[in-house]
């Protein structure tokens, strides 16, 4: 497999695995399933999870994780620059580790030199050019490299563990929520949640769009706009174009935590976004999703579930992850794929 250097393996399987996983919310959920897929190759092991805070917590949420360390712990640094001369006390008895990092290839000697016995490492995504959905590009780098999977059944093949996460929020964040949402004067009747940012303004739809969406949907039912603490500049485009079209805001939701995000989307009638980490989270708990794409390529990074529609998306060129020109779906497909789900 290009994307796994597999080192040596060892008969006897790891008692401690860590996984040291880079990326933002989105990179951490695609994931998750080959950390369920590294739960059968060695059900016995304990398995610590190294990823950046606050979306490293969600290893928790269903025991993917046993335990897990912020990426930007202090004693990781010489470790994740590959000059480490002793494991941190946080990896203490590590013996197998999976890394997925861009500078994976020191990362892995650095470990193997440590007396790390099982290692698999390789790129935290496909790279561009490859046409593999980024989950299973994860799954594929640890089967083989750390041991077979033991399948559910006989039918089952290694792909088909990510092909959904399903996680459930934790329960204080759901009653944090139904907090912040009678505050907001919704109370527990149906609403939609609407995500108008992303990681990158390039794979935003333009506001307009999703307003002429949005916008008529609100006659009909609550909408809940939400929004990160790096997201300041779309909510004001938002809110701005908003007021000009439709008058009176939506309710807007800003700065929660990442298990309060999933308890609201968690609740949703449906959820409305771009390629994000948060359209991710959506479909991982399970909430019917409208996901628009528009410079990125679907088949890679596509939110997978059984309750998610996606639209748009381009192929980009072998040499970058964005297309030159987005093919963003037309507003009436948005619309009617929003009607799709809202009448079943």
């Not at 269903?62 to 990426?71: G, H, K, L, S, W």
């Not at 496909?126 to 593999?132: D, M």
Request: net charge negative; with cysteine.
């Amino acid at each position: 497999m290009a994307n796994a250097d597999a080192g040596v393996r060892a008969e006897a399987e790891p008692a401690r695995v860590a996984v040291i996983r880079a990326g933002a919310l989105g990179d951490v959920l695609l994931g998750l399933p080959a950390l369920r897929a590294l739960r059968r190759i060695v059900p016995a092991a304990r398995i610590t999870l190294v990823a950046p805070a606050p979306q490293v917590h969600i290893a928790t949420w269903d025991a993917t994780a046993d335990e897990v360390v912020a990426f930007d712990e202090p004693s990781l640094a010489p470790l994740i620059a590959g000059e480490a001369t002793s494991l941190p006390d946080a990896l203490r008895g590590v013996d197998g580790a999976v890394v997925w990092m861009r500078r994976h290839a020191e990362v892995a000697a650095c470990l193997r030199a440590l007396g790390v016995r099982v290692i698999a490492s390789g790129a935290p995504f496909p790279p561009p050019g490859v046409r593999v959905h980024a989950s299973d590009w994860l799954v594929e780098s640890i089967v083989g490299a750390i041991g077979p999977v033991t399948s559910p059944s006989p039918a089952a093949e290694p792909w088909q563990l990510s092909a959904t996460v399903g996680l459930t929020p934790p329960a204080d964040a759901q009653a944090r929520i139904n907090v912040r949402l009678a505050d907001v004067g919704l109370g527990n009747g149906p609403y939609v949640v609407l995500h108008p940012g992303s990681g990158s303004r390039r794979k935003n739809w333009p506001v307009a769009a999703w307003i002429d969406v949005a916008g008529p949907l609100a006659r009909e039912r609550p909408v809940v706009v939400v929004a990160g603490p790096a997201e300041q500049e779309i909510l004001v485009d938002f809110q701005r174009a908003w007021q000009a079209s439709w008058g009176t805001l939506p309710a807007i939701l800003e700065c929660l935590s990442l298990a309060e995000v999933a308890a609201l989307l968690a609740g949703a009638a449906l959820y409305l976004g771009n390629d994000s980490g948060v359209s991710h989270l959506a479909a991982a708990v399970g909430a019917r999703c409208a996901v628009v794409f528009g410079p990125t390529n679907p088949a890679v990074w596509r939110p997978r579930g059984p309750h998610v529609t996606v639209l748009g998306g381009a192929t980009p060129s072998a040499d970058s992850l964005f297309a030159e020109e987005p093919a963003w779906p037309s507003v009436e497909a948005v619309r009617q794929a929003v009607d799709g789900w809202l009448r079943r």
